[in-house]
Structures are given as C-alpha cells and as structure tokens.
C-alpha cells in the first residue's frame, strides 16, 4: 500500500479533503495507468492513517463524509516514503515476460500473429496515452502529473520497438 499511501498524503498535502475529493484527484491524475491504486482501498487507508496520526479527522459529516487533513507526522511520513521511492529501484513486473518465456511453445505463425497484435496494441496505447495527456490539460491537471503518462508512453515505444525486431527474427526464423 506504499503507493497508494503515499499519493493519499500527498494530495492532503493541498489541503483538508473528503475520501471522495481524494478520489477524483487521483483519478483526473489518471494514477489506475501508472500506480495501481485500488479506489475503494481510499477509504480504508484514509481511516487507518488517522488511527496512526498522520491524518487528523477535521469535519464529520460534510454532506455524510469525513474530512481529512495531514498532520505534521504525516508530512513526515509523505517525506521518507517520497525519498524511497525516488530511490527504490523495482523490475516493471509485466505478464508479457511470462508470455515471451513461452514464445517457444507457439507454431512461427501464430507467434507472428501475436506479435502484431500485440503490437498495434501498443500503438494504440501510445495514442490513448497521448490524448490523455491532452485531456488532463484541459480539465486543469498539474503539467508534472503529464511526466508519469509520459514514461508509460516511453515504456509502451520501447516494448514496441523491441518486438517489431523481435517480429522481424521470428519471420527469418532466428526466433525462437
């Protein structure tokens, strides 16, 4: 939950929220492309920050809800895990590297037909991310939140320059 907590404290950052504030923030941040949060996981979180002091409970009952804000704690706590994950080198864990494990298990053809596939998959997840970068402009998000679409389009050119090489062996029969 380190990610999810710490986008939580950093949106509380800009102020006292509701869950559902926070929600909608993450959500025009676009973060279920880049950070795998569960939605409904805000709520839980939000209460379980509280009980351990970084959230301070302000306002109950804001149209049925309760209002959250940071606590000095919880700026600190925003700070270490900010730091660990500038520093925390992780594998990308993507099922496609299960898939490649076992290219050899599929007929040259059929292994071929996936490839392009999954290649104008990705072609068309690069234009879907680069909309989405428009979009958030104009609904007014902040231009850094671009930069996490912005690597995932990166990640999404690399993968599709490597397989259409990859597509060009399996045609010369170099792979698998």
């Known amino acids: 939950m380190s990610s999810t907590r710490t986008l939580i404290l ?10 559902y504030e926070v929600r909608r923030r993450l959500e025009s941040w676009g973060t279920d492309q880049w950070a795998s949060v569960a939605y409904g996981s805000i709520y839980h979180g939000l209460g379980k920050m509280a009980d351990e002091g970084l959230l301070r ?26 730091m660990d994950h500038w520093w925390e080198l992780k594998p990308i864990v993507d099922p496609f590297q299960v898939a490649l494990t076992f290219m050899d298990r599929l007929s040259p053809a ?12 990705l072609r068309a997840a690069v234009g879907m991310l680069d909309r989405a970068i428009a979009a958030k402009r104009a609904h007014g998000a902040p231009r850094h939140v671009d930069e996490t679409l912005k690597l995932n389009a990166a990640q999404f050119e690399a993968q599709l320059t490597w397989i259409e090489d990859a597509l060009t062996r399996v045609e010369k029969g170099e792979l698998p």
């Open 10 to 19: 950093g949106v509380l950052l800009d102020g006292p929220l509701h869950g």
């Open 57 to 82: 409970r302000v306002e109950e009952g804001r149209g049925g809800r309760t209002v959250y804000e940071i606590t000095e704690a919880g700026r600190a706590e925003f700070m270490r895990l900010l």
């Open 110 to 121: 059929d292994l071929a037909a996936t490839m392009r596939g999954r290649a104008a998959q």
